[in-house]
């Protein structure tokens, strides 16, 4: 138990709180006339000049409730606080200052965790000053007045906690995809350097009849190959999960050939090369082919009515294109992208690439790739 409440002490606030976006200026837009209206028309409220005044000053809160949380939150509740204890008044008797849970809501999901008990260690002080001001019914209301307090915190908890672990799943698959590549690389230029040493080595061995400056350039070769592959797969051994160097180079644009035709179950696969390629870094033309590959596993695995997939790569002297659609049905709504897709994103980018994925304007889905041609990596 003192752990936990020492982890969430320690929490800090979460990266990036979003700025204000113009869903906070329309609900300040839409509270505005609410709080007027409601004001105006209600007959029950005691205080109504005072009560209106409170909730419209204290509506700008909710613009600053991600960037500081624990301030917008403070203000209107001390600030209530004390009119309930100089005056006895009650200036949050209007409907509309429910908004006030929003703020409840915000400091759960963007504020740290000394902000988040400060908060609720102000906001249960605030209940009692009403209890005590005989605004708030002691026994079953201040019950009631905790348990929606407690929810909103649990909300925001709640989506702080689910965006959380969206992050580290993302994260995780960046970092999958890294590895990816630079097994990728390391196969590709290992195969090569493995080449070079055994050709160093038997030069070595036929070289009596040549001069020794020969047999001394080859051992340098020999040396600085045996050495760059000694270290390039210390390096990669820690990306590895494990698993022996292949010394076999890696897929290329060409392997895109096996995608096609059409499989027992699912749509058939037309694949069309374009451009000069015999130039293009191993790194390109692997990245082309997996984003290619998972590309063409998603239509087949989620384009509904899908009868055809193509695969479309064309290269000019500054890129490489790879554009793959299919013809099923769009739906609805839009799916938040998968983490196939951000794999896909993260690997272009490393190459200093694009890569984007949206439906057709009239029919199927396409993934659209932009690759330099000199694979520069990012």
Known sequence: MQGLLRSVWDEPRPPDAPRRVWRDWALVGVLVPAIVLEGMLRTDLQWRPLSMVYALVMLPALLWRRRHPFAALAVPVV???????????????????????????????????????????????????????GQVAAGGDVVGAFTVVLSALALGGTFRYRARARTREIDQVKLLERERLARDLHDTVAHHVSAMAIRAQAGIATAAAHPDAAVDALRVIEAEASRTLAEMRAMVRVLRRDEPAELSPGRHIADLAELAGRSRVGPSVDVEIRGDLDDVPPSVGAAIYRIAQESVTNARRHARHATRIEVRVAADDASVRLHVSDDGDNTATVPSPGYGLLGMIERAGLLGGTCEAGPNPGRGWTVTAVLPRTGAAA
Do not use: C, K, M
């Open 79 to 133: 600030v209530s606080a004390v009119i309930q204890l100089v005056t006895g008044a009650d200036p949050a008797e209007q409907g509309a200052v429910a908004y006030l849970l929003l703020l409840l809501y915000a400091l759960a999901r963007w504020g740290s965790g000394r902000e988040a008990v400060a908060g609720l260690a102000l906001i249960s002080g605030a209940i009692l000053v009403a209890a005590v001001t």
